[in-house]
């Protein structure tokens, strides 16, 4: 969000939340305030989170990360007063959205295009499921993100065992000989350091106006090709669209509100299927912006009536590829805000 916003900030005053002091991004902030993890401390979160909006006159809330949007929905849900100043929509919006079974079954619900999705299920079940989709398959926490603790599985008794343990199995997207090389590469050669098994993606991000209308769909491709790097174009098929429209607008009749994130990929006889959602802005965001999409420009004018200006973009490229490189922040500011749970900048 602050590399989109950058050079066009002087009518916005950005403020951060933040569980840590040392995240460097934070100093480019006008101010930050240090709050408890989402998760750890519901409670005391949003207490603090109520606090910062009061003192800092705050327009809008945007939640960056999985548990922000939950705890926001919920918020929402008991103070309906605070709703358009919400970067979210419903409670029940926001928990189909995380919930990775949840999220099939709503699919299934509107005849959406899911990956196949199991949860539980008795031996009949399970062998039908492994039956119908071949192996390997990808185990996934219900609620979870950034790939954590996604594992494949490539013989039943894993399969077994990832179910009992209370995830989700969901067929693999993508061609399964990569997987089957590997594995055969792995007996020869050892196991190596680095791999991934992600092929292209392809992204959807739409917005969902406060009045329920779909704002925008903006599609991508986009393929992690190093471990520190990532390219990504706009995605011109006919599919992709299609999907984000029927999806955005099957969230927007439960109640979300916001940006909505579809995550898609190609199943083995190249249908292109959805295997899970994310109800906010993603890591993708800045690569969208360089190609010319102003997502988080235009979220906050249709939410709060103002905002960064919305024309004479200068991007527009036909790629972005983008390199993950550190940065470091000044010390001075680090135990500044560790010692004083907040941060105001100085002109």
């Not at 993890?37 to 990360?65: G, S």
């Not at 199995?169 to 350091?193: H, K, M, S, W, Y």
């Not at 906010?280 to 690569?287: E, I, K, N």
């Amino acid at each position: 969000m602050l590399s989109t916003l950058s050079g066009r900030r002087g009518a916005l005053r950005m403020v951060a939340a933040s569980s840590v002091s040392n995240e460097p991004a934070l100093f480019e902030f006008d101010a930050v305030h240090l709050v408890p993890e989402t998760a750890a401390d519901p409670q005391e979160w949003e207490r603090r989170i109520l606090a910062i909006m009061e003192r800092e006159a705050i327009d809008l809330v945007i939640p960056c990360r999985d548990d922000d949007v939950a705890a926001l929905a919920a918020l929402r849900e008991r103070r309906p007063d605070l709703a358009a100043r919400l970067l979210c929509g419903s409670a029940d919006a926001a928990a189909t959205i995380g919930d990775k079974w949840r999220s099939a079954q709503f699919c299934r619900s509107r005849d959406l295009p899911f990956a196949g999705t199991l949860h539980g299920g008795s031996a009949d079940e399970r062998a039908r499921f492994v039956e119908q989709h071949g192996l390997p398959l990808v185990a996934k926490p219900r609620q979870g993100y950034a790939s954590l603790d996604v594992y494949l599985l490539w013989n039943t008794p894993q399969v077994d065992r990832a179910l009992d343990a209370g995830n989700v199995v969901q067929q693999f997207l993508g061609d399964p000989t990569v997987v089957e090389r590997f594995l055969a590469d792995n007996e020869r050669r050892g196991i190596p350091l680095h791999h991934t098994f992600q092929g292209p993606k392809h992204s959807i991000q739409v917005l969902v106006a406060p009045d329920g209308a779909i704002a925008h769909v903006i599609c991508t491709r986009n393929l992690l090709n190093r471990r520190r790097s990532k390219w990504v174009e706009p995605d011109d098929s006919e599919e992709a669209p299609h999907i984000g429209a029927r999806a955005a607008h099957a969230f927007s009749t439960i109640g979300w509100r916001g940006p909505l994130n579809i995550q898609c990929q190609r199943a083995p006889d190249g249908t292109l299927l959805i295997h899970e959602f994310n109800g906010r802005f993603t890591g993708a965001t800045v690569d969208r912006w360089l190609l010319g999409f102003d997502e988080v420009g235009a979220a906050v004018r249709q939410f709060t009536g103002g905002g960064p200006p919305g024309d004479g973009l200068v991007f527009g490229a036909l790629e972005a590829f983008e390199s993950l490189v550190g940065r470091a922040a000044d010390p001075a500011q680090v135990a500044a805000l560790a010692r004083d749970g907040t941060w105001t900048r100085t002109r």
